[in-house]
């Protein structure tokens, strides 16, 4: 009896773990994106003083992210920071809304209610290199550093077809 509920409770475990990871298991990635730097606009506010609030170049050192497509046709962007941390917007609590798509270029809004409001672009320019821009807004009262910045980094082959 004491075997059944063990494998019994192995069985659950695999059966929600499963259930939670199916999504993402069949989920296309429409691209992989990296090293994004440009400025930030650093606000006197949260741990931000005076003296540091500004403009300044920004980066996330070995940053990456990757766009994709989930079975119900909305989108996710997981990011792996630059604390070697993988996680999802949207299962971080953002979401995500697809905005506009033209032939080489496609935009994403994702927002955390009074935390962020972040703007993605991604793009293939005119001698054929994929990229990206990261436009940001990060503020609330919850928020440790307030700040608007500008990044743009480079990408893999941006599948622009699974946006159609």
């Known amino acids: 009896m004491k075997n059944f509920k063990k494998q019994k409770n192995y069985s659950l475990n695999a059966f929600f773990t499963l259930l939670i990871i199916s ?10 994106c990296f090293d994004p730097e440009g400025f930030a606009y650093y606000h006197d506010a949260g741990i931000v003083g005076k003296k540091d609030a500004g403009w300044k170049k ?3 050192s070995d940053g990456r992210l990757t766009l ?10 997981q990011i792996f920071d630059a604390n070697k941390k993988l996680f999802s917007l949207k299962e971080d ?7 506009r798509a033209g032939d080489n270029d496609a935009t994403f809004l994702h927002f955390y209610p009074g935390k962020a409001i ?4 991604f793009w293939q320019d005119s001698t054929g290199q994929f990229k990206y821009d990261l436009v940001q807004s ?7 550093v307030h700040k608007s910045s500008v990044l743009v980094g480079s990408c893999s082959k941006i599948n622009f077809d699974l946006l159609r």
């Open 23 to 32: 999504p993402l298991a069949n989920s296309q990635v429409i691209t992989t």
């Open 58 to 60: 920004d980066k996330i």
């Open 68 to 77: 994709k497509k989930l079975p119900d046709n909305k989108f996710d962007i």
């Open 93 to 99: 609590g953002g979401e995500i809304i697809f905005m």
């Open 118 to 121: 972040e703007i993605y672009t």
């Open 138 to 144: 990060k503020g609330g009262g919850s928020t440790l």
